[in-house]
């Protein structure tokens, strides 16, 4: 019995002149159906496809084979038999064009079995896929353990209870335990496999990071720069005075090559102090009046400087009623809106402000984007509707005055970040203003928040900046993380719900979440 300590094993590439003792291994795993293939073919495989003939050796001595090939997705996810495989003269259906690989065979040793080699030539199957940008790994999987149950179970029987782990097939259960999914039974697979009774799988592993060709232009960005204002509130005597710290602020975030500028909550609030303070209601009224304003050299902003701008928020007069809205100002020209849904206590009772009733997510040249208006994302509903809908990074501009009322916005946005596997952006204003009434203090400390796995920061904080300073914040964010963790994470929040027991149904677009 081969022992851990003598062990020297190495990966690599299979060579022509590994035949000799390939065919003995062969020989001696596939005695019962054929065993090894002719030298000319494995020449073949060698020659075109180097890459994908992998094995390991210990000391020099070849304990394990991966043989593979590449492949058109469509011919070989659906059924099909081994011999689909075999060209004239026994060579191997391999496709240079081929979006996917085909599993041919993996064998071990079998002295060596007890040391998850499998696993390991998966596993550089799985690079190799990811590699080539290829679709998937496709593979036909014989079930040998099938002979000794058919009497008792159908061949869909015998898989299902394999996969709840009642039954332990020597195949089977190794590829479901690497992740392979069952996608298909295939009769008379192989004729001559009297221990699967010719019965087989069609087993795929997805390749999450496949992207199709495209044209580089047209390519989306998988590194995507976040870059926020905390805003210092300062009194201002006129909208160009705001409007010119706004576009120092971009000017500046977009020299840094940011994707996106996020602003704060009613950032341009400090207006309100040029008009009579007494009532309320028609102060929030008059800052409304800019809005259009703003929202207008704000988009001209994104597109000068080619930077997607979200604007923090405004009071937007519609019919009469006033709702706290946000634009997202995309650099092609394009303007998307979202208003506030949840309307807190204050907004309610001194401004009258409503709340909005359409909820959306956003597709931009770096991602998919939500907009949570601070309050909005205390309630976790919207981040899931926004997980429903593939998002990338939440925004959340807020204002809050305390540092608890900061902490109800930061550990919620945390929140949302862990459960919807994304980014949630924060940013806030800070200082004071005694002329306006209802904002006249600030707390913020703005941040970056990501999911809670290896990926990411052990605190899951991708940034954050100094409290109650002016200042701006960077976050470089890698949205191919967000796809590894939703599909192989420690835990998978969005893959585990249990759906069998709870869904939520929601009125904004007549949509119901499963």
């Known amino acids: ?5 003598d062990l020297h094993l190495n990966l690599r590439n299979l060579t022509l002149d590994d035949y000799d003792e390939l065919q003995v291994l062969m020989d001696r795993v596939y005695h019962d159906i054929g065993g090894a293939w002719p030298k000319d073919t494995i020449k073949a495989l060698v020659e075109q496809f180097p890459d994908g003939q992998i094995c390991i050796e210990d000391s020099g001595i070849l304990v394990a084979v991966a043989l593979t090939v590449s492949v058109k997705y469509e011919r070989f996810s659906n059924p099909h038999t081994y011999d689909d495989l075999i060209l004239s003269n026994e060579q191997i259906r391999h ?6 690989l085909y599993g041919l065979d993996v064998f071990i040793q079998p002295e060596y079995r007890g040391f998850r080699l499998g696993r390991r030539l998966y596993e550089a199957r799985k690079e190799l896929c990811r590699s080539l940008n290829l679709r998937a790994i496709l593979a036909g999987g014989r079930i040998p353990g099938y002979s000794q149950h058919a009497e008792q179970y159908t061949p869909a029987e015998y898989i299902e209870r394999v996969g709840r782990k009642d039954i332990y097939d020597p195949i089977l259960s190794f590829q479901l ?3 392979f999914q069952v996608t298909r039974l295939m009769r008379k697979y192989l004729p001559e496999d009297k221990k699967s009774l010719g019965y087989a799988t069609l087993l795929e592993w997805r390749n999450i990071l496949y992207t199709p ?4 232009l047209n390519e989306k960005k998988t590194q995507v720069r976040m870059g926020a204002v905390q805003w210092q509130m300062r009194e201002f005597s006129s909208v160009d005075e705001v409007l010119e710290q706004v576009e120092y602020f971009v000017d500046a975030l977009s020299d840094y090559k940011s994707d996106f500028a996020l602003f704060p909550e009613f950032f341009n609030a400090p207006l309100m102090g040029l008009t009579d303070q007494v009532d309320q209601t028609r102060a929030i009224r008059y800052l409304a009046e800019y809005t259009q304003q703003f929202r207008d050299r704000m988009s001209e902003m994104a597109v000068s400087y080619n930077i997607n701008i979200i604007t923090g928020s405004m009071p937007l007069i519609e019919n009469d009623r006033v709702y706290n809205v946000s634009y997202l100002c995309h650099r092609d020209g394009r303007v998307d809106e979202q208003r506030k849904i949840h309307i807190t206590p204050h907004e309610r009772r001194d401004w009258v402000i409503e709340g909005g009733n359409q909820f959306e997510v956003f597709e931009t040249d770096a991602g998919r984007v939500a907009i949570l208006i601070c309050y909005d994302i205390e309630f976790p509903e919207l981040g899931r509707i926004a997980a429903s809908k593939e998002v990338d990074i939440i925004c959340v501009p807020f204002w809050t ?3 608890n009322g900061y902490l109800r916005v930061r550990h919620c946005a945390q929140a949302r970040a862990i459960e919807n596997e994304c980014y949630v952006v924060i940013t806030g204003s800070v200082g004071n203003l005694p002329k306006v009434q209802n904002l006249d203090v600030q707390y913020a400390q703005s941040s970056v928040f990501s999911p809670s796995d290896f990926s990411f920061p052990h605190d899951a904080v991708m940034a954050e900046t100094t409290p109650n300073t002016e200042m701006m914040m960077f976050s470089d964010l890698d949205l ?5 963790v939703r599909n192989e994470g420690s835990v998978t929040n969005l893959k585990d719900r249990r759906t069998d027991l709870y869904d939520i149904v929601s009125s904004l677009n007549g949509l119901q979440l499963k």
């Not at 060709?213 to 580089?216: G, I, Q, R, Y």
């Not at 191919?480 to 590894?484: A, G, H, N, P, Q």
Request: charge should be negative; avoid cysteine; charged fraction near 35%.
């Open 480 to 484: 191919e993380k967000l796809t590894l």
């Open 177 to 179: 335990a690497n992740d």
């Open 1 to 5: 019995m081969t022992q851990p300590e």
């Open 401 to 403: 005055d305390t540092k």
């Open 95 to 100: 496709s240079d064009k081929g979006d996917s």
């Open 213 to 216: 060709p495209s044209s580089v």
